[in-house]
């Protein structure tokens, strides 16, 4: 698939790999959807930088883990750019909590905002791309497929990145040949999720990669990109993780 011209939807894109992921398909020329909950001026911020680049961009508040809010907002892209082609599933949500702490509440939100709300995006998105064809790709996680203890923190958002793992590869069944669907599953990305971290536990960290570094929002961006282009590939989960699954098999 070439990119220019295309309509490309990116969930929870006012920040980190979401930012960086609408300014890579900027790059390329495509129309950019920026999404949003609650950072109006981060979303602001993406659009300018877009604009500067010359490419099309519209912001959309929505509360993707709320599928009326999702209908809404696909509604808002059609009315802005006639259909949408792409769609990043990129918005999500990790929270620490030991598990005899953990409530129906946390299952409920954690799973709201990394599974359901690919769930609601995907159904609204292949409906608009059954005729033309499309791409969906969702953000899994290596702590969807692997037990190590940087994951067992977080057991709802593992658990929740294990489903859609599997979603995706449901879906690339359900919906081909004209919709391919993939999953980038990245490892140890520098965001906002590590800040605080000491730099003794960032050196351990890091020391159970093979690269014995962290994975940049644009190197997840670039992977989300690679996906979108290729008209062969689907029902795979791409992971991005610096050698930490194969290092701690």
């Known amino acids: 698939m070439k990119l220019i011209g295309k309509v490309v939807i990116i969930t929870g894109s006012s920040s980190g790999i979401g930012r960086a992921t609408a300014l890579k398909f900027a790059q390329e020329e495509a129309r950019i959807v920026v999404n949003y909950k609650s950072n109006a001026d981060g979303a602001r911020d993406v659009a300018k930088e877009i604009e500067i ?13 709320d599928s009326q809010q999702v209908k809404k907002m696909f509604t808002r892209a059609v009315k802005e750019f006639g259909t949408v082609d792409i769609l990043i599933n990129n918005a999500g949500l990790a929270k620490a909590k030991p598990f005899f702490e953990i409530t129906k509440e946390d299952l409920e939100t954690e799973f709201g905002k990394n599974f359901f709300s690919m769930v609601y995006c995907a159904q609204e998105a292949a409906r608009l791309m059954q005729k033309n064809g499309g791409r969906i790709i969702n953000m899994s996680s290596i702590c969807g497929g692997v037990d190590s203890s940087p994951c067992t923190s977080i057991l709802t958002f593992t658990t929740a990145k294990a489903a859609v793992s599997m979603l995706t590869k449901v879906l690339a069944k359900t919906l081909a040949p004209k919709i391919l669907v993939n999953a980038v599953a990245p490892g140890f990305t520098l965001t906002r999720f590590w800040e605080g971290m000491s730099k003794k536990d960032e050196g351990a960290l890091l020391e159970t990669t093979l690269t014995k570094s962290w994975v940049t929002a644009d190197e997840i961006a670039n992977a989300f990109i690679y996906l979108a282009k290729s008209d062969s590939i689907t029902g795979q989960v791409l992971v991005v993780d610096g050698g930490y699954t194969i290092n701690n098999r």
């Open 53 to 65: 680049l010359g490419g099309k961009v519209v912001c959309v508040q929505a509360d993707v883990s």
